[in-house]
């Protein structure tokens, strides 16, 4: 999406993400888990799964570790029975928040998400209230000093892929969220570098986010829900310009 996406890459390039590596992991395996709980272990015949799978590999997660989150979830080892529960509301400036958890207690994330929204300028809303503002696609990210667009944008249109444009460093890919193993493996064929490739959810339409202190305080209720155990993955549909999200990348 628009801003949360520039913010991504932003703590990409300064190396934020491997202070939590830990967590990231945690969190990589959960959706690996679940994925294979839902469809099955076999990654051929479930794209979810085969999404989640490379999604750990590209994040160096150990294969063995992987493996033994398939058996959890298909049932091959005991593990535990996560529940997929997501959680709308509001930050600051009128921004819509998308929440996906996992979570094996839903009392538990329930009263912290209200809690985390509450204490950062927010408000937890209605189930419905902001999903519709939201719709589930394959993105994927290739680095734009590696391969020019053109030879992007050929082997995208003859495997699924429905957009391409520039993002920061990146050229983004935008497909149909069934389509994203299948781009994935095309572009590796194509000798492209893929950045990373995950199911999303992007915004119909974003709010503007213009001052500093606003942007300061979306993005800091979007870290801390991001912080949470639970938490898989906030979406938002802010549009900061970039200017200031490097000023707050800086701070």
């Not at 272990?41 to 033994?68: H, Y």
């Not at 080892?77 to 979570?103: D, F, I, M, R, S």
């Amino acid at each position: 999406m628009s801003g949360h996406s520039k913010w991504a890459t932003i703590k990409h390039k300064k190396g934020a993400a491997d202070a939590k590596r830990g967590k990231l992991f945690a969190k990589i395996i959960k959706q690996v888990e679940v994925s294979a709980r839902q469809g099955g272990g076999d990654p051929d015949a479930n794209p979810t799964l085969r999404t989640m799978f490379q999604k750990a590999r590209d994040a160096s997660v150990p294969l063995d570790t992987i493996e033994r989150a398939i058996k959890r979830g298909t049932g091959e080892l005991e593990g535990v029975n996560y529940e997929t529960v997501n959680y709308e509301g509001y930050a600051p400036a009128g921004v819509a928040l998308y929440v996906e958890t996992l979570t094996d207690n839903r009392n538990r994330t329930g009263g912290e998400m209200r809690s985390v929204f509450s204490k950062n300028g927010g408000n937890l809303a209605e189930p419905g209230a902001v999903a519709w503002q939201f719709e589930r696609r394959g993105v994927i990210l290739v680095p734009a000093a590696a391969v020019d667009e053109d030879e992007v944008m050929v082997v995208g249109l003859d495997n699924g892929a429905e957009d391409l444009e520039a993002d920061g460093d990146f050229w983004r890919l935008t497909c149909d969220p069934s389509l994203l193993p299948d781009l994935r493996d095309a572009l590796d064929a194509a000798g492209i570098e893929v950045e990373s490739a995950d199911l999303t959810m992007l915004p119909s339409q974003t709010v503007a986010v213009t001052e500093l202190s606003a942007a300061k305080a979306v993005l800091r209720l979007v870290d801390l829900l991001d912080d949470n155990d639970d938490v898989q993955d906030v979406f938002g549909n802010f549009d900061i310009p970039d200017e200031i999200l490097e000023e707050l990348s800086e701070v």
